[in-house]
Structure formats: C-alpha cells, structure tokens
C-alpha cells in the first residue's frame, strides 16, 4: 500500500520547513500530486491553529452581547456537542479586524491548546485526527503535515498543561492509532546539539 501522509518533525530550528517543502517540490517533480501544510497554517486539516473551544451557552451569551458584529464570528463557528469551535483569528482576518479586541480576547480564552482542560484538549486532537484520517482516505494525494505528530502535542502536554511524559506518550499512541491505515512516513530531524539550536 501506498503512503498518503508524510510527517516531518524535529525541534524548533531543526529544518523541518525546508525539509517539508524539498518534499513537497520533489514530489511534483515526478508528478505525484501532494499538499503541504506547514506550522501555522489556520486551516490544517489535522490540528487546530487559532481556534476556541467554547461551550455554546457562553457562545450566545457572547453574541447577545455583541449582536452588532457578531456576523464577522458566526461563519466560523462550528458546533461539536456542547461546545463551539471557533476560528477566532481567521474570523479576525476575514472582518479586517473589525472585531472588538474585547470580544476577540473572550473568545481567546477558549484556545484549545491552552485555554482548556487537557484532557478536552487531548479528545478534540484526536477527534481532529479521525476526521482528517477518514478524508484523506478517500483521496489520491499525498499530503505532507510539519510538526503537528511530535511538536505540537509536546508543547501543548509537557509545556503548557505539564501532564507528564505518560500521558504524552499515551497521546501520541493514539494519533498513530489513527493515522496507521494511512501507511505513514515520518521524517525526524535529530539535532546533535538541542542547547545551541534552543538558544543560539
């Protein structure tokens, strides 16, 4: 079975853009359609850049408040359960930041890599990565993420939340669950020396 996904992971600093991008050029190279999605991009199919998580009875008691602009908002709002996801800075860019700074940092709160429970945090990552795993199966092109398997949950669990290396490995056991049928290939850039690339 062929890949569909391609992971690139290492450090901060450790080249795993350009590495990403080399990949993603050699692969059109030899016309073998693919995707890449760098870190930071706001609409990555596997992790949520830029989006709160909130439940939606603050939700509307946001939007009572702020009746007069929450047209820039709603667009972006999508339901899971009792709770709103929001993508609260592709709102912001879509509205020429019309949204009040006010609203903006309430919504912000909700941040789901720091702004909710980590165990929240953890079952929106992997309901993220089942959804993206069942699309991308029923599709030809292979598609190249960067850092969201390693980096992005490291940060998240031991630096943010400090939920311990258990519970990061339990985590990220479960994305590889999920992305198995997908035939994976994983790229880790290994850095000799971490303390000069972190700091110098």
């Known amino acids: 079975m062929k890949t569909k996904l391609v992971i690139v992971e290492g450090i901060p600093g450790s080249g795993k853009s350009t ?18 999605f ?3 991009n706001l609409r990555h199919p596997a ?4 989006v709160a998580c909130m439940p939606n009875e603050e ?7 702020y009746s007069e602009v929450f047209h820039y908002i709603d667009p972006f709002v999508s339901l899971n359960g009792n709770d709103s996801l929001i ?10 930041n019309e ?7 309430e919504i912000r709160r909700y941040e789901i890599y720091d702004g909710v429970p ?3 945090h953890c079952e929106l990552m992997i309901q993220r990565w089942k959804s993206f795993v069942k699309d991308q199966r029923e599709k030809e092109k292979l598609m190249i993420l960067e850092c969201c398997f390693l980096q992005n949950p490291g940060c998240a669990l031991l630096a943010r939340h400090d939920a311990g290396d258990d519970r990061f490995i339990q985590h990220v056991s479960q994305i590889a669950e999920q992305i198995q ?14 303390r000069e690339i972190m700091i110098g």
């Open 19 to 36: 590495l990403s991008r080399y990949i993603h050029d050699m692969l059109n190279t030899h016309q073998i359609e693919s995707e890449l």
């Open 38 to 40: 760098l870190e930071g």
């Open 47 to 50: 992790d949520y850049e830029s």
């Open 59 to 65: 939700l509307d008691r946001l939007r009572s408040i």
């Open 87 to 96: 993508a609260y800075v592709l709102a912001q860019q879509s509205a020429q």
């Open 99 to 105: 949204i009040p700074s006010s609203l903006y940092e």
């Open 118 to 120: 980590v165990e929240k």
């Open 181 to 194: 049928e997908l035939n994976p290939i994983l790229f880790y850039l290994k850095q000799p020396n971490v």
